[in-house]
């Protein structure tokens, strides 16, 4: 499988189980690549936290594991 098709799937996964208020955004800069993890409420008025992952995991990596963080967060351990 290449990596195009695992962050289509990290994508789709993603898009499935992503917590109701949770965003995860995608940074994507020559040579590097970072995912945003917003946790709600998502706004700078309502006190909202992110978490911002630029390691050297590939970007399915930090996709997965930004969905799995946000499950845990909300406290959806069904699939986790």
């Given at each position: 499988?290449?990596?195009?098709?695992?962050?289509?799937?990290?994508?789709?996964?993603?898009?499935?189980?992503?917590?109701?208020?949770?965003?995860?955004?995608?940074?994507?800069?020559?040579?590097?690549?970072?995912?945003?993890?917003?946790?709600?409420?998502?706004?700078?008025?309502?006190?909202?936290?992110?978490?911002?992952?630029a390691?050297?995991?590939?970007?399915?990596?930090?996709?997965?594991?930004a969905?799995?963080?946000?499950r845990?967060?909300?406290g959806?351990?069904?699939?986790?």
């Open positions: 499988m290449t990596l195009v098709e695992k962050i289509g799937i990290a994508m789709s996964q993603a898009e499935d189980e992503l917590p109701d208020g949770y965003e995860i955004i995608v940074e994507i800069k020559r040579g590097k690549t970072a995912v945003v993890l917003l946790i709600p409420p998502v706004s700078d008025e309502e006190g909202g936290t992110f978490e911002r992952d390691s050297r995991l590939n970007l399915a990596a930090k996709i997965r594991v969905t799995k963080k946000a845990l967060h909300a959806d351990v069904s699939r986790v």
